[in-house]
């Protein structure tokens, strides 16, 4: 364990007062070897993006689909350009559609940078027709500000429950019966899912494809690390109250565990998961690495006070173990080490972090963090 990453954790383990376990090091190869250049890096990067797909989430089809198309229709309100995009993906299995909505403001310099939400609920917990802001998806105040606002549906991509892999994506395009340990689950297929959205966003010309950031809450929040830890055309991503093979540390005996996500939800990663169950400092990764895989680019935590489940001191931890990554590649990371106090954002470097008051919930205080954020390093 390199002096860096291990002087990290024993100041953390003082900061918020836990037993920390010890952590594998993102600057160490498979075989022992240093990693201690930037282009060393992108050999370890490789490395660990490999042993997340075979351990944790498995292994995702690569790019376009050879058979897709796009379907746009265009309306305009006031100030504001929405886009309602279809995605039709066809394979073996059939077909599905996904849909994209991208919000516009026609008042700012063009193109514009975009927020891009990756949502797990129901459709009924937005309207992309009203002029009505939620906390979850406060559209309106992202486009005052200067942003376009996309939201693309998760249960498009793929439906939410344990359906053996027969529906959504993965029955379109792959045989359900040809599955393995390291097959790509629900979370995977989410983030493809956005990787698509991405695909579309690169070629609006009112969208800056070089300022997109990613987001979700909760499951949305894994799914969201993922997408970003795999495609770099994401150049901001946010995690929202992910917890457990999100943003917390999965060695840590706090809050939800290997087995609980895996009991619960058996769709979300591949099967190779299960062997952690119980197991996790046999895990050859951990989720610092996962935040880490996002460097240099923005990525940017936040936990709730009350949601212990998803463990905020675990998350926080994973920020502060991803920055000698960031050091590495000489930007600053997270520069703090000292747990938070609730609503004290932290926005000293690419790695930031915010412990709100209140519980499991994406709000309106998160938005307008993640905003404040971008507004510092996209100069706006």
Same mark, same amino acid.
Request: aromatic fraction near 10%; charged fraction near 25%.
């Given at each position: 364990?390199?002096?860096?990453? @291990? ?16 952590? $594998? ?11 201690? /250049?930037?282009?060393?890096? #992108? ?18 089809? +690569? ?25 039709? =993906?066809?394979?073996?299995?059939? /077909? ?9 403001p026609l008042n700012a ?5 975009? =927020? ?14 009203? +002029? ?25 991509? %793929? $439906?939410?429950?344990?359906?053996? =892999?027969?529906?959504g994506v993965h029955g ?13 689950? #629900? ?16 070629? %609006? ?44 540390? &999965? ?24 062997? =952690? ?6 895990? $050859? ?42 050091? !590495? !590649? ?6 703090? #080490? ?5 609503? &004290? $954002? ?8 915010? @412990? ?5 919930? @994406? ?8 905003? %404040? ?8």
């Open positions: 364990m390199c002096r860096g990453l @291990l002087m990290a954790i024993l100041a953390t383990s003082m900061a918020v007062g836990a037993q920390e376990p010890s952590l $594998p090091d993102p600057l160490v190869m498979q075989d022992g070897s240093l990693v201690n /250049s930037p282009e060393a890096w #992108t050999k370890r990067r490789a490395e660990l993006l490999e042993l997340f797909r075979v351990n944790v989430y498995g292994r995702s089809p +690569q790019g376009w689909p050879t058979d897709a198309s796009v379907e746009v229709s265009y309306a305009q309100e006031g100030a504001i350009l929405r886009e309602n995009v279809v995605f039709t =993906f066809r394979g073996p299995g059939g /077909s599905i559609q996904a849909h994209l909505y991208v919000l516009s310099p063009k193109p514009v940078p975009c =927020f891009l939400l990756i949502n797990h609920r129901d459709r009924e917990t937005f309207d992309p027709e009203k +002029q009505t802001d939620t906390g979850f998806w406060p559209a309106q105040q992202i486009v005052a500000r200067g942003y376009a606002a996309a939201i693309i549906q998760a249960q498009d991509i %793929d $439906p939410d429950n344990h359906d053996e =892999f027969k529906n379109v395009l792959e045989d359900p019966a040809k599955r393995t340990g390291e097959s790509w689950g #629900t979370i995977a297929a989410w983030a493809w899912g956005a990787s698509r959205a991405m695909d579309y966003l690169e070629r %609006d010309k009112y969208i800056d494809a070089s300022k997109v950031a990613v987001l979700g809450h909760s499951r949305g929040g894994k799914t969201a690390l993922w997408a970003g830890a795999q495609d770099e055309r994401f150049a901001f991503v946010i995690s929202n109250n992910s917890g457990c093979t999100g943003a917390a540390i &999965s060695r840590r005996p706090v809050g939800e565990t290997v087995k609980n996500i895996n009991d619960k939800f058996p769709h979300w990663f591949c099967m190779n998961y299960w062997n =952690f169950n119980d197991r996790e400092t046999d895990l $050859p990764i951990d989720q610092h690495e996962l935040i880490a895989l996002i460097a240099p680019r923005l990525v940017y935590v936040a936990s709730a006070s009350l949601d212990t489940w998803a463990d905020p001191e675990g998350e926080f931890l994973a920020c502060v173990n991803a920055d000698p990554v960031y050091k !590495l !590649l000489s930007v600053p990371g997270l520069g703090a #080490t000292q747990f938070p106090a609730p609503d &004290s $954002p932290i926005h000293n470097g690419r790695i930031g972090y915010h @412990l709100r008051t209140g519980k499991h919930e @994406l709000a309106e205080y998160d938005w307008n963090r993640y905003m %404040d954020f971008a507004d510092k390093y996209w100069k706006r």
